[in-house]
C-alpha cells in the first residue's frame, strides 16, 4: 500500500503503513443488562442452595442437641439459625441490588410536559387580571 498524499507531495512517509488484517474475528458481547441478569440469577441460586444445606444441617442439629442436651450444641443450633437468616437476608439485599442497577421498566411517562398555548395581547391580558380583582 502507498501514501499518495506523501508521494504527490515528493515526501517520505513518517509511519509506514499497516497491512489490513482480513482475518478479523468479530466478539458478541452481550448487553450488561443480560450479563447483570445472569450474575444475579447464579447468585440467587448459589444463595438458596446454601440456605436449603442449612436448614437440613439445621434439623440434624436439632436432633442432635435435644439427644445431647448440651448447652454447646444449642449454642451451635443458633449460630446456624442466624446463620440461615443472614443469608435470607443477603438474599433479599441482592434482589434490592440488582433492582437499583436495572433501569426500571415502567411504562409511566418520567416527564410529563403540559404546554398550553395561546395567543393574547397584553391588553387581553390586563383584562383577564381586571376581572378577576373586580370578582373579589
Known amino acids: 500500500m502507498q501514501d499518495l498524499i506523501a508521494d504527490k507531495l515528493g515526501l517520505n512517509p513518517i509511519v509506514p503503513i499497516a497491512p489490513v488484517i482480513q482475518d478479523a474475528h468479530i466478539v458478541n458481547i452481550p448487553p450488561e443488562d443480560s450479563r447483570i441478569e445472569e450474575d444475579y440469577e447464579y447468585t440467587r441460586t448459589k444463595i438458596k442452595n446454601a440456605t436449603d444445606q442449612a436448614?437440613?444441617?439445621l434439623g440434624e442439629m436439632m436432633n442432635l442437641a435435644?439427644?445431647?442436651?448440651?448447652?454447646?450444641?444449642?449454642?451451635?443450633?443458633a449460630i446456624l439459625v442466624k446463620t440461615i437468616a443472614?443469608?435470607?437476608?443477603?438474599?433479599l439485599d441482592s434482589a434490592e441490588?440488582?433492582?437499583k442497577i436495572k433501569p426500571s421498566q415502567t411504562t409511566?411517562?418520567?416527564n410529563v410536559t403540559n404546554n398550553l398555548n395561546m395567543t393574547m395581547t397584553t391588553a387581553d391580558?390586563?383584562?383577564?387580571?381586571?376581572?378577576a380583582i373586580d370578582n373579589q
Open 55 to 57: 436448614e437440613a444441617a
Open 66 to 77: 435435644s439427644m445431647m442436651q448440651d448447652p454447646k450444641a444449642y449454642q451451635t443450633v
Open 86 to 91: 443472614d443469608t435470607s437476608k443477603l438474599l
Open 97 to 99: 441490588t440488582v433492582h
Open 108 to 110: 409511566d411517562p418520567q
Open 125 to 131: 391580558l390586563l383584562n383577564i387580571v381586571k376581572k
